[in-house]
């Protein structure tokens, strides 16, 4: 399964972006997409998840401001990013479950990150 990450830019704060994720290659059942980001010295950090039925969960410091989703087909994951602040610069992440075709687990994988500055 491959990730293809776009979106990421240089915003002023107060401004939104949209980030998309398309998952593609042999996909056999996507489970939970979610957008991680890694900010400047800090650890890598959940941002938002979505599983299948449309339950969305979200990090406190972006609840509110941001909106994940998925398409129909499932197989495409969005982060709706609004308000953006200083503190949401940093390296976003998309991540996916598949699951194995016998669906005894599921296997991960990750986008190469797309950077997101918010700067005056």
């Known amino acids: 399964v491959q990730l293809q990450a776009s979106g990421g830019g240089l915003v002023h704060p107060g401004g939104a972006l949209r980030l998309s994720c398309a998952a593609s290659g042999s996909i056999n059942m996507l489970n939970t997409m979610a957008w991680y980001r890694r900010a400047p010295g800090r650890q890598r950090e959940l941002v938002a998840s979505?599983?299948?039925?449309?339950?969305?969960r979200y990090a406190d410091f972006v609840k509110g401001r941001f909106t994940i989703s998925r398409t129909g087909g499932r197989n495409t994951v969005w982060l709706q990013m609004n308000d953006l602040k200083p503190e949401d610069t940093a390296v976003y992440y998309c991540?996916?479950?598949?699951?194995?075709?016998?669906?005894?687990?599921?296997?991960?994988?990750w986008g190469q990150g797309t950077l997101v500055t918010v700067s005056s």
């Open positions: 979505i599983v299948p039925g449309g339950s969305t």
């Open positions: 991540y996916v479950e598949d699951w194995a075709t016998d669906y005894s687990t599921f296997h991960d994988y």
